[in-house]
């Protein structure tokens, strides 16, 4: 089994295209072969939020399948290239991944 975490951090006056992010990606995860569930979760002080999207994985070989899709390459080439053309909007979002991979400690 293996997850995947992508943690997205900002302001809360951004918060809703954070959302959107999020909305997307949830609705490209519909269907998608190997994979086990998905979860969001929130936490939340003052100023700033943070979304965590979370995907469980039969392998990480499903994951790493569902990722490197055409449509998801592409998405990232173009934002790339308009982020250094400067048409597009520097949007301040902190973003960590983590991934995990299910491990058998009694084995130790």
């Keep these: 089994m293996f997850i995947s975490q992508a943690c997205f951090e900002g302001d809360k006056i951004i918060e809703h295209k954070i959302i959107a992010k999020l909305q997307k990606t949830m609705k490209e995860t519909n269907d998608v072969e190997g994979l086990i569930s998905t979860d969001c979760w929130l936490k939340e002080n003052k100023d700033r939020v943070e979304y965590v999207f979370v995907t469980k994985w039969k392998s990480k070989d499903h994951f790493k399948k569902w990722l490197t899709r055409e449509e998801h390459v592409e998405e990232h080439k173009q934002m790339n290239k308009q982020k ?21 400690i009694s084995l130790f």
Aim: charge should be neutral; avoid cysteine.
């Design 84 to 104: 250094k053309q400067g048409s597009q909007e520097e949007v301040k979002i902190n973003k960590t991944l983590r991934q995990y991979e299910i491990v058998d």
